[in-house]
C-alpha cells in the first residue's frame, strides 16, 4: 500500500485524512475501516516493556513520544482514542488531542489540570449551563475564584484591569452559548502574554463547540487549549456523548493525559470509533446545516412574530462584533437565537407547535432540535449571568439540521403562528 509522506499529508485537506489518516489497515487484516479494539488490557511482549513503561508513568526518565510508548491499558490508550485524537488534531492543526467521555469531562479534567487552589479565572459569560455550574459550585470549593464578564468585542477592555498575579486562565466561548456574541480571542491572548509575563503563564482557552471545528480554529488566532463538546457537530448525530481537549505545547498535553488517566474520563472504544466515523462527513453536514441556517435566519429576521435573530450571518459591518467574526470565522454555521415577542408562553408555544424540528437540549445534529435557554440548558445560571448573557424567557435557540430548508421554514412558520 501506497503511503503517504509527511510532506504531502503536510498538503492535504482535514477531510481527506479524516478518511484514513492513522490507521493502516494492513496491521487488521486489511480492514478499510478501523475495527472497534474493544479491550481494557494490550499484552506486553517481555516483562521488561511493561517495566519501563510503569517507570516512565512514575516520572522514571525521558518517554518516547506517545504514539511510540506501545499500548498498555485502554484508561490511558487505545487504538480507536488515538485514531480519533490524530485526526481531530490534523484537523485543528494542532500538536496533540485527547478525546474524553464527554464535553463536560475534557473541560473539568482540563481546568484541574491547569488550575491550583488560589488561582483566578476570567470567563466570559454566558458559557454552557454545565460549565457555569462547574466554575460556580465545584472550582470554587476548591477556591477556584471566577471573575464573570459579559463576551462581546468589549471583553478584551473588560478582562484588562481583573488580571492580577493569581490569573491563570481566561475562559472564553466564541461564539457564545446561547447568544452567539463574539469574543475577540486574539486580543485576549495578546492580553495574557503582556499581563502574565511577570505573574507567570495566562492561559486563553477556549470552548469552541458552538462554531464546531469547520468554521473557526481558535488555535489560529492565539488559545493555548482548544476544547470541544463532541456530542454536537463532531458526532453530529445525536448518537454519542463525547469530547476532546486539544493544545499545542507539550506541558500542557502532558498535564490534560495525566489527569485524564487519574480521573478516567476516556471515552469507551465505541465511543471514540463512532467520532471517527463521523469525522468523515463533517465538513459536508456543516456547510450543508449552514447554507440551510442563512435561509432560516432570513426568514426569522423577516418575520412580525420575532423581535430580534442572533446569527452570525446576519452581522453586518456596523455591528461591533462583525470584525471579530470576519478574522476568526470562515462562516456563520448553524446555531440561531431568536427573542420571540413576548415572553416565556410564547416561547413554549412556539416550541410546542413544531411539527419536523424536534423540541430537545443540545445541538450540531442531523436532525434540527429547538430548546428554551432560560428554562432548559441555562436554567442553572445565576439570575446575574442570565443578565450577562441576554438569556431572557422569550429567548428561544435552534440548532439547524440537514432537513429540507422549505420544511423547516413551514415548520417555523406554522409554529410561530400559533406563538
Ligand atoms: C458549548 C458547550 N460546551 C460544552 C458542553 C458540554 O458537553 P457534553 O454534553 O458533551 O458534556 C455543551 C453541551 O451542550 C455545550 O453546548
Same mark, same amino acid.
Given at each position: ?12 485537506? &482535514? ?12 496491521? $487488521? ?19 521488561? %516493556? ?12 525521558? &518517554? ?6 506501545? @499500548?498498555?491499558? $485502554? =484508561? ?65 470549593? @476548591? ?24 490569573? =491563570? ?5 466564541? &461564539? ?45 488566532? #492565539? ?5 470541544? $463538546? ?7 448525530? *445525536? ?27 476516556? &471515552? ?8 471517527? =466515523? *463521523? ?14 441556517? /442563512? ?22 459591518? *456596523? ?17 440561531? *437565537? ?7 408562553? /410564547? ?16 445541538? #450540531? ?18 439570575? /446575574? ?8 424567557? %422569550?429567548?428561544? =435557540?435552534?440548532?439547524?439540521?440537514? /432537513? ?16
Amino acid at each position: 500500500m501506497t503511503k503517504l509522506t509527511d510532506s504531502e499529508i503536510a498538503r492535504m485537506h &482535514p477531510e481527506t485524512l479524516a478518511l484514513s489518516y492513522g490507521f493502516d489497515p494492513w496491521l $487488521s487484516e486489511g480492514a478499510v475501516k478501523p475495527p472497534v479494539f474493544l479491550t481494557s488490557t494490550f499484552a506486553f511482549k517481555h516483562a521488561a %516493556d511493561g517495566k519501563q513503561f510503569f517507570a516512565w508513568a512514575h516520572g522514571e526518565g525521558t &518517554p518516547p513520544p506517545r504514539r511510540e510508548m506501545g @499500548l498498555i491499558y $485502554s =484508561r490511558i490508550n487505545n487504538p480507536n482514542l488515538e485514531i480519533f485524537e490524530d485526526r481531530i488534531a490534523l484537523w485543528e492543526g494542532m500538536r496533540d488531542a485527547y478525546s474524553f467521555s464527554s464535553g463536560m469531562a475534557a473541560i473539568a479534567t482540563t481546568l484541574l489540570a491547569t488550575h491550583r487552589p488560589g488561582d483566578e479565572m476570567i470567563v466570559c459569560a454566558p458559557v454552557y449551563g454545565g460549565t457555569d455550574s462547574l466554575i460556580h459550585t465545584f472550582l470554587k470549593s @476548591l477556591g477556584i475564584t471566577a471573575h464573570f464578564i459579559p463576551a462581546g468585542f468589549e471583553a478584551a477592555d473588560l478582562a484588562a484591569p481583573l488580571i492580577t498575579a493569581r490569573t =491563570r486562565s481566561i475562559f472564553i466561548e466564541s &461564539p457564545a452559548n446561547p447568544n452567539n456574541r463574539l469574543t475577540d480571542i486574539a486580543r485576549m491572548k495578546e492580553l495574557a502574554i503582556r499581563r502574565g509575563q511577570a505573574a507567570g503563564r495566562v492561559l486563553v482557552i477556549v470552548d469552541n463547540t458552538m462554531a464546531g471545528p469547520v468554521f473557526a480554529h481558535p488555535a489560529r488566532v #492565539g488559545a493555548d487549549i482548544v476544547l470541544y $463538546s463532541a456530542t454536537k457537530f463532531i458526532g453530529g448525530h *445525536s448518537d454519542v456523548v463525547g469530547g476532546v481537549a486539544l493544545a499545542n505545547d507539550d506541558a500542557l498535553l502532558t498535564a490534560i493525559a495525566q489527569h485524564r488517566a487519574l480521573l478516567g474520563g476516556m &471515552p469507551n472504544p465505541y465511543t471514540a470509533w463512532l467520532m471517527t =466515523r *463521523s469525522l468523515e462527513t463533517l465538513k459536508i453536514r456543516a456547510e450543508q446545516q449552514q447554507r440551510t441556517a /442563512e435561509r432560516v435566519a432570513g426568514f426569522l429576521a423577516g418575520h412580525p412574530k420575532v423581535r430580534k435573530v442572533c446569527y452570525l450571518g446576519l452581522l453586518t459591518a *456596523s455591528d461591533p462584533d462583525y470584525a471579530i467574526y470576519k478574522r476568526q470565522h470562515s462562516g456563520p454555521g448553524s446555531l440561531i *437565537s431568536f427573542y420571540l415577542r413576548g415572553g416565556e408562553r /410564547e416561547a413554549f408555544a412556539f416550541l410546542d407547535s413544531l411539527k419536523v424540528i424536534k423540541l430537545a437540549v443540545s445541538l #450540531g445534529s442531523t436532525e434540527s432540535l429547538a430548546q428554551h435557554p432560560a428554562s432548559m440548558t441555562h436554567s442553572g445560571l445565576t439570575a /446575574e449571568d442570565k443578565v450577562l448573557g441576554g438569556i431572557t424567557d %422569550d429567548l428561544v =435557540r435552534l440548532s439547524v439540521g440537514i /432537513e429540507h430548508h422549505e420544511d423547516l421554514l413551514w415548520d417555523i412558520g406554522q409554529a410561530l403562528e400559533k406563538s
